[in-house]
């Protein structure tokens, strides 16, 4: 599909983004990049940012960082600009985000519901393009519809699909993904505005080279050291 078809979709789509506004499922992907250690004065790169509804709450907790937000349409980039008069730590940039220099390197790069929307035929070039501005111990943060979600939607709703609108299963993903050099650190399925399920999220790294494991010493008793172990696993686990 043409880039120009998906562009005049997102132009005509910025108005009802302005209607909707904040909601759950932005704050619900704040708290997911706060999970997987955003923090102030980190380089932050936001892909699809649309009107800038997640941009604002990613750039509250950046007063002396700075965060690139970047999307196909000019329409919704005019928007966030609109919003955002003033605010020397916030970038916005209309840009195809496949294909345009991403710039970087990047501690973070959020992808809020924005794979599920770009080709299938694309997505190779998307990851490569993501592990080459990404920082060396960065983290890449995706959130979309859980698929098993986007095709009940299909199938029952369908006027509720946009332009492009994918079933992304995780095992084709990792595939994807993985050729262009970047692991899953973590990965959930959520729901947010159904008892099931509704949306999924996942967290990249670069693939070690030449990895460094160091033992840990410790002179604590086995129960103990047990019991550090897991609470150190579950805090860097998805939380809701």
Not at 75 to 99: K, M, P, Q, Y
Not at 165 to 177: C, G, I, S, W
Not at 199 to 219: G, N
Request: with cysteine; net charge neutral; hydrophobic share 40%.
């Amino acid at each position: 599909m043409e880039t120009t078809i998906i562009k005049d979709f997102y132009d005509s789509f910025a108005k009802e983004q302005v209607k909707t506004g904040i909601n759950e499922r932005h704050h619900l992907i704040l708290e997911l990049a706060l999970t997987n250690g955003l923090k102030d004065g980190m380089r932050v790169l936001e892909l699809g940012c649309g009107i800038g509804t997640l941009t604002g709450l990613l750039a509250e907790r950046l007063p002396n960082g700075h965060l690139v937000a970047m999307d196909l349409s000019p329409e919704s980039i005019a928007h966030a600009r609109s919003f955002f008069i003033g605010r020397t730590n916030v970038e916005l940039r209309v840009a195809d985000v496949v294909s345009d220099p991403l710039g970087g390197p990047y501690d973070l790069i959020v992808l809020p519901d924005i794979l599920e929307h770009i080709p299938l035929v694309r997505h190779n070039e998307l990851f490569q393009h993501l592990r080459e501005a990404l920082q060396p111990n960065g983290r890449i943060l995706v959130h979309s519809p859980d698929p098993f979600y986007s095709e009940w939607l299909r199938k029952n709703r369908p006027a509720s699909q946009q332009v492009v609108d994918l079933a992304l299963h995780l095992p084709e993903l990792v595939a994807t993904f993985s050729q262009a050099g970047l692991c899953l650190l973590h990965y959930q399925r959520h729901s947010i505005w159904t008892e099931q399920p509704d949306y999924m999220a996942f967290s990249l790294v670069h693939v070690p080279v030449d990895p460094a494991f160091t033992p840990i010493v410790s002179t604590t008793s086995w129960a103990a050291r047990s019991k550090q172990v897991i609470k150190k696993a579950l805090k860097k686990v998805f939380v809701r």
